[in-house]
Every structure is written in structure tokens, then in C-alpha cells.
């Protein structure tokens, strides 16, 4: 894992698939996901601007309501099986996760220690941008995801912060 900072983001234009899936469906979900967003979103004269990313909103449990697709340009208003959506902007706690999919829960752990050290509120959902393609990439242990999760400032007590 790389250091973990805080950032102030833009909100980004996004085209996704937004579905409630169980954490096993996951991986065949994104398999299925990426193709059809880019495919709407180039017959809607929209263009890719970044890599694959999705979106959790809530924590992890059984199942996940997840959105998954790609930051876009151009006026994208959605298909009947793509959806416009954004990127939220604002503070947002960024950090990048080396190695594989299946150990980003360690990650996760240690950046919600972190926040917790800063007095930063976590915000309802984070995303996570997938830097590297599996397939062309088979060692796992190089693996690159980016995780961000937008914060606020924890009150004190007192209500002095």
C-alpha cells in the first residue's frame, strides 16, 4: 500500500451498471459490466476518459449495491442498461492497493484506522479504480487499485472541531 493522504476532488461524470450483488457474483458482474459501458458509451458519442472503477455504496456485507464503469466525457445520458451517474468531489481519502483483489479488505482496515486517527468521518460509500487489467497482468502481487473515500470532519466532543 501506498501512503495514505487526503485529496480534494472534482466531481467526475461517470456511465455505469448499478446492481445489488452478493460478494461472490462480484467478480462475474464486472466481467460482464466494463464491455456493455463502453460500448454505450461510444454509440452515444461519449468518450472513456479513465480506467474502470466501482463504486460501493454501504459497507460490504452478504450482498454489495455497487456501480461499476468508467469516468467519461461528452454528453452521456444513459441507455436503457447504462446509467449516468458521477464521482462524487470534494476531501477524500486516497491511497493505492498493491497486489491482489482478495487483500483489499487488509487495506481497507488499515485505512479506516487512519481516518480514524485524522478525526475523519467516513462518507457512506468509496470506489475503487482498477489500475491493472488481470488478464495482462497475471501476477496478482503487481496488482495496482487505487481506493478513495470521501471523509468530513469528525466533531469532537466538546464541538470544538
Same mark, same amino acid.
Given at each position: 500500500?501506498? !501512503?495514505?493522504?487526503? *485529496?480534494?476532488?472534482?466531481?467526475?461524470?461517470?456511465?455505469?451498471?448499478?446492481?445489488?450483488?452478493?460478494? $461472490? !457474483?462480484?467478480?462475474?458482474?464486472?466481467? %460482464?459490466?466494463?464491455?456493455?459501458?463502453?460500448?454505450?458509451?461510444?454509440?452515444?458519442?461519449?468518450?472513456?476518459?479513465?480506467?474502470?472503477?466501482?463504486?460501493?455504496? %454501504?459497507?460490504?456485507? !452478504?450482498? *454489495?449495491?455497487?456501480?461499476?464503469?468508467?469516468? @467519461?466525457?461528452? &454528453?452521456? &445520458?444513459?441507455?436503457? $442498461?447504462?446509467?449516468?451517474?458521477?464521482?462524487? %468531489? %470534494?476531501?477524500? @481519502?486516497?491511497?493505492?492497493?498493491?497486489?491482489?483483489? $482478495?487483500?483489499?479488505? $487488509?487495506?481497507?482496515?488499515?485505512?479506516?484506522?487512519?481516518?480514524? +486517527?485524522?478525526?475523519?468521518?467516513?462518507?457512506?460509500?468509496?470506489? +475503487? @479504480?482498477?489500475?491493472?487489467?488481470?488478464? &495482462?497482468?497475471?501476477?496478482?502481487?503487481?496488482?495496482?487499485?487505487?481506493?478513495?473515500?470521501?471523509?468530513?470532519?469528525?466533531?469532537?466532543?466538546?464541538?470544538?472541531?
Amino acid at each position: 500500500m501506498t !501512503e495514505i493522504s487526503t *485529496i480534494e476532488l472534482d466531481e467526475q461524470p461517470t456511465a455505469v451498471v448499478r446492481a445489488t450483488v452478493t460478494m $461472490d !457474483e462480484l467478480r462475474g458482474f464486472f466481467d %460482464g459490466v466494463f464491455g456493455k459501458v463502453v460500448a454505450a458509451v461510444q454509440e452515444h458519442g461519449s468518450r472513456v476518459t479513465g480506467p474502470p472503477f466501482a463504486m460501493y455504496h %454501504g459497507m460490504p456485507a !452478504e450482498s *454489495i449495491d455497487v456501480e461499476a464503469g468508467f469516468p @467519461v466525457s461528452g &454528453a452521456f &445520458a444513459g441507455t436503457e $442498461d447504462v446509467n449516468a451517474s458521477v464521482l462524487p %468531489g %470534494g476531501r477524500t @481519502v486516497h491511497t493505492t492497493h498493491v497486489g491482489p483483489y $482478495d487483500a483489499l479488505p $487488509d487495506t481497507y482496515r488499515t485505512v479506516t484506522s487512519w481516518m480514524e +486517527e485524522q478525526q475523519l468521518t467516513p462518507g457512506a460509500s468509496m470506489w +475503487e @479504480v482498477y489500475l491493472s487489467d488481470p488478464s &495482462a497482468e497475471p501476477d496478482s502481487a503487481t496488482w495496482r487499485t487505487e481506493l478513495y473515500w470521501p471523509v468530513s470532519e469528525s466533531s469532537s466532543p466538546t464541538g470544538a472541531g
